[in-house]
């Protein structure tokens, strides 16, 4: 059972840009969760998606970034004409509908703005 | 902002126990605590939780307190492979219902295991 899978990895995007950030969760996982870590601290949750619905986004700041996790296919994180302070590891994951206090973390994508 | 205090570091002599100790005394009745870690550069991994009784599991051992205001993660033989961060969380329920509340990562306590 493959793991909670982000791509890509690294990301390098000139200000103003368009970043586009994808998550597959774990198998049989229809909860998704997004968190940010800015160098040197601690992670912040970003926002709590159910399949073609969000839960809770109470983390997402107000513009620029958007989040969807369709029907089908990958959860996506998006983010608007990027700016420096964008620039972190971002985290996703996943849990199983059963054991929702087990998140199951992927490797994160880490977004560089120019 | 999290509810819980760690110290920020520990050095742990490989093969030895590691302990690790959190403050959570605002801890409500229906708030566990959970405890993940932080490998360098990787996403946090989910290690145990608990309520008031102790837990074990293969990774580790959790040790709450009566009056639950604290806590102790217990790695009985740290190996190098446990250096890292590691974060103790309150957070609420483990139902369906209620265990989908995201986590509130504090600034964990920095683990480093020592050959």
């Known amino acids: 059972n493959a793991g909670v899978m982000q791509n890509p990895r690294h990301l390098v995007r000139r200000r103003g840009q368009e970043a586009r950030l994808r998550c597959s969760p774990m198998?049989?996982?229809?909860?998704v969760y997004w968190y940010r870590q800015l160098p040197e601290e601690g992670l912040k949750f970003m926002v709590y998606?159910?399949?073609?619905?969000?839960?809770?986004e109470s983390g997402m700041p107000k513009e620029r970034f958007s989040a969807e996790f369709p029907k089908e296919g990958p959860s996506i994180l998006r983010i608007q004409q990027v700016v420096r302070g964008d620039s972190a590891a971002y985290f996703c994951?996943?849990?199983?509908?059963?054991?929702?206090?087990?998140?199951?973390f992927g490797p994160g994508t880490r977004l560089t703005v120019t | 902002d999290a509810k819980t205090t760690q110290p920020p570091s520990m050095d742990c002599a490989e093969g030895r126990a590691a302990n690790l100790p959190c403050n959570h005394s605002?801890?409500?009745?229906?708030?566990?605590v959970y405890w993940y870690r932080q490998i360098h550069s990787q996403g946090p991994q989910y290690i145990i939780h608990?309520?008031?009784n102790n837990e074990t599991n293969e990774m580790a051992s959790l040790i709450i307190t009566e009056d639950r205001k604290s806590s102790t993660l217990i790695l009985p033989h740290a190996t190098l492979r446990d250096t890292a961060v590691y974060y103790c969380?309150?957070?609420?329920?483990?139902?369906?219902?209620?265990?989908?509340?995201?986590?509130?990562f504090g600034k964990g306590t920095r683990l480093s295991v020592i050959a």
């Open positions: 994951a996943s849990s199983p509908r059963d054991r929702l206090y087990e998140q199951y």
């Open positions: 198998k049989g996982h229809s909860h």
């Open positions: 998606l159910q399949k073609e619905n969000i839960i809770d």
């Open positions: 605002t801890i409500s009745g229906n708030e566990y």
């Open positions: 608990g309520l008031k």
């Open positions: 969380i309150v957070r609420a329920g483990t139902s369906s219902v209620s265990g989908n509340t995201p986590l509130v």
